[in-house]
């Protein structure tokens, strides 16, 4: 079937957006998990595209007036699409590296589950905060910033230039370090914790080198950790959900 002239036009311009929001939705937390099946995810970033074409398909439509070929315009935005989507899952691997130092803390790092968005097994813990993470940024609107920061991508990135792949190396760097340093602060108090318990369980240890102090004291790690994990997720995740925010309006 040979479409009209100006529908294959809009068909073109179309695909041009929907290159690069479907590719940072596929990686977009909440968005792009692996749990989520991949004909609903292509659905969720198809009617996106459709819902953002009205905003974002002037930007398209000049791209190809200005004689830009189709499929290397494609290939670009492809490419722009999923650095954007990867920066933005390396700073919520933050929330996941939290949970994992608090598992090990607290003894239960052998406990784990297979978790899509790390693609492998993952303590208990980690899973528990990275869900719990997901919905107090949707209860928090971060993800309109996620959403936001696509229209505003067109600015930074027009389409049809050569994605600044120098910028992105340097801004998943950067990502990288934020992302470990508030994993590591998230964690702090049971850092500190895990420091004071095994200082004094060592201590116990050299008194009374008799007793088998580890499996008498594994209980009270237990309890206290989680007690301590129970008392400070609630500020855990929302300063994360802040950090998040403050990320994508480039408050580095």
């Not at 590719?23 to 292509?42: C, H, K, Q, W, Y």
């Not at 959403?147 to 190396?169: C, E, K, R, V, W």
């Amino acid at each position: 079937m040979i479409l009209p002239p100006d529908l294959e036009f809009q068909v073109s311009a179309f695909f041009i957006v929907f290159a690069r929001v479907g590719a940072v939705l596929m990686l977009l937390p909440v968005f792009g998990e692996d749990s989520i099946p991949g004909r609903i995810r292509l659905m969720i970033a198809f009617a996106m595209s459709a819902a953002l074409y009205g905003a974002l398909g002037e930007p398209a439509r000049a791209a190809l007036q200005g004689g830009a070929v189709l499929p290397a315009v494609i290939i670009t935005e492809l490419m722009t699409g999923l650095a954007m989507g990867m920066i933005v899952k390396i700073l919520f691997f933050a929330i996941s590296m939290a949970g994992s130092i608090v598992s090990m803390q607290v003894g239960l790092s052998s406990a784990v589950i297979f978790d899509p968005m790390q693609a492998s097994q993952a303590p208990l813990l980690s899973k528990f905060v990275g869900v719990a993470a997901a919905l107090v940024c949707m209860g928090m609107q971060v993800h309109h910033l996620w959403l936001g920061s696509i229209i505003n991508s067109y600015q930074s990135f027009p389409i049809g230039g050569i994605p600044p792949m120098h910028d992105f190396a340097q801004l998943a760097i950067a990502a990288i370090g934020r992302s470990m340093t508030l994993g590591i602060s998230l964690a702090a108090p049971l850092i500190v914790y895990g420091i004071v318990f095994n200082v004094a369980l060592g201590l116990s240890a050299r008194i009374a080198p008799a007793i088998q102090v580890f499996f008498i004291a594994q209980p009270l790690n237990l309890l206290l950790g989680i007690a301590i994990f129970a008392a400070t997720i609630g500020t855990m995740l929302t300063v994360f959900a802040t950090a998040m925010g403050d990320a994508m309006q480039g408050g580095w």
